[in-house]
């Protein structure tokens, strides 16, 4: 029956009336079109016919008689008089059978198997659920990874970024939060990632075990700006989709960087300045309304727990996309270079990284566990030069003893696996690291 449920939708999408402009102006990269004001706002999609080329395009300006569109590549071979046709609003149709599917940002398969749309259209660019009526965070998340389940804990509609610069273990950490997190469906943004990156990430990094309960939708590095920012938008109205249908979901979001540098080419093409590092000033904005859309749902509804990648050079926490991000968000992870060098992963700098989960996701005995881990951690560090440099004298001071000797197994332990839950890896944590006697 789904499949006749399938075509009626493929059926019912299809348009027999088309509105339809010409083309009168071609400067800079961009299309003015005639016939199509009074009837075009910001954001709709077109198509632009070209003889037998076909050119999809954005509208990103209306005066009184004309619509300025920026062409999703080069117009060449476009001319004069040639039809420009109003598609409207960007909408995608998510549907269940798309759980296990690789998408591309307009809902088309990926992987060489029909896949067909869903019964309702859903807004690529939804607003928020309403602030006041959104329940609050939930419960504690199993994840697989003992340094989540006890340090840095995740909960049900949380939110947190994922900041880290390129070889440090990124996707494979997300990978991980794929196979282990506890969710219902799970939904993975691959935005400008390398071509060749995409089979290996679904293949080995997720496995059949991951894939079989996540939707990927991606566009790769050498797609437009237009097709690399809509991916973004497309993964989240998915992950609504299911979100509105009671379930957990879990997003994520590789990266949020790429996603952010697409809008600046869409932006500065439009016109807008780039006085933000060269990011224009809608590129807050831009992120913000993207990560305000996952987090807790509304009574009744499911929660979208989201992770958001952010590609920081040099480990740079105050540029732009970092700083606008972090600002956000319910919690940040930082993933240090230095630490996946010396093979320890995933390659986590504890004391950069916060849970604003904390203190509420844990007990009194567990928030006294993961002070006392921090502050080893702390003053491990603050005399790890000395100690290394044999210029410490041990009993000089009671915590750096601790520190030093704690250090190898708060190290092992951060590297360690969870298979069995929350309440094991607190076990464990209290076993393995924080047992003095």
């Not at 419960?139 to 989540?148: E, P």
């Not at 997190?181 to 799970?186: F, K, L, N, R, Y």
């Not at 002070?371 to 044999?390: F, H, I, N, P």
Request: charged share 25%.
């Amino acid at each position: 029956m789904w499949v006749f449920a399938g075509l009626q939708a493929e059926i019912g999408a299809v348009q027999p009336v088309h509105r339809l402009g010409r083309v009168v102006e071609l400067a800079r990269g961009m299309v003015v079109a005639t016939g199509l004001s009074g009837l075009a706002v910001l954001g709709d999609r077109v198509v632009i016919r070209a003889g037998s080329r076909v050119l999809p395009g954005e509208v990103v300006k209306i005066a009184r008689d004309l619509v300025t569109i920026l062409p999703e590549t080069a117009p060449e071979g476009v001319g004069i008089a040639d039809a420009v046709i109003l598609e409207g609003v960007p909408l995608i149709a998510p549907d269940a059978s798309w759980i296990g599917r690789i998408i591309d940002p307009f809902g088309q398969p990926l992987d060489g198997r029909p896949l067909f749309r869903g019964g309702q259209d859903r807004p690529l660019r939804a607003k928020a659920p309403a602030a006041a009526q959104r329940r609050r965070l939930g419960a504690r998340l199993a994840t697989g990874m003992a340094v989540f389940d006890t340090l840095l804990p995740v909960v049900r509609g949380q939110r947190i970024g994922l900041f880290a610069g390129s070889g440090v273990g990124k996707s494979s950490l997300l990978a991980r939060f794929v196979r282990g997190m506890e969710a219902d469906v799970v939904v993975i943004a691959l935005i400008g990632e390398r071509g060749r990156e995409l089979r290996d990430f679904t293949e080995r990094a997720l496995g059949a075990q991951g894939l079989r309960r996540a939707v990927v939708v991606t566009a790769t590095s050498d797609q437009p700006a237009l097709t690399r920012r809509r991916c973004a938008w497309t993964a989240m109205a998915v992950a609504e989709h299911f979100r509105d249908q009671g379930l957990h979901v879990l997003f994520l979001a590789d990266s949020v960087t790429r996603f952010a540098e697409a809008h600046r080419e869409i932006a500065l093409a439009s016109g807008e300045d780039g006085s933000l590092r060269g990011y224009p000033p809608s590129t807050a904005h831009m992120i913000m309304s993207l990560a305000e859309r996952a987090g807790p749902g509304l009574e009744g509804a499911g929660d979208i727990t989201a992770i958001f990648s952010v590609l920081v050079a040099g480990s740079d926490m105050e540029e732009p996309v970092a700083d606008i991000l972090r600002g956000v968000l319910d919690g940040h992870v930082v993933l240090d270079r230095r630490i996946a060098e010396r093979g320890r992963f995933p390659a986590i700098d504890l004391l950069r990284s916060v849970s604003r989960a904390l203190p509420e996701a844990a007990t009194l005995a567990e928030n006294a566990q993961i002070a006392k881990v921090r502050r080893l951690l702390g003053a491990y560090e603050q005399s790890e030069m000395m100690v290394r440099a044999g210029l410490y004298q041990p009993g000089s001071d009671a915590l750096i003893d601790d520190a030093v000797r704690l250090w190898p197994a708060i190290e092992a332990y951060l590297a360690e696996d969870a298979p069995n839950g929350v309440s094991e890896s607190f076990r464990r944590l209290q076993e393995v690291v924080l047992d003095d006697g």
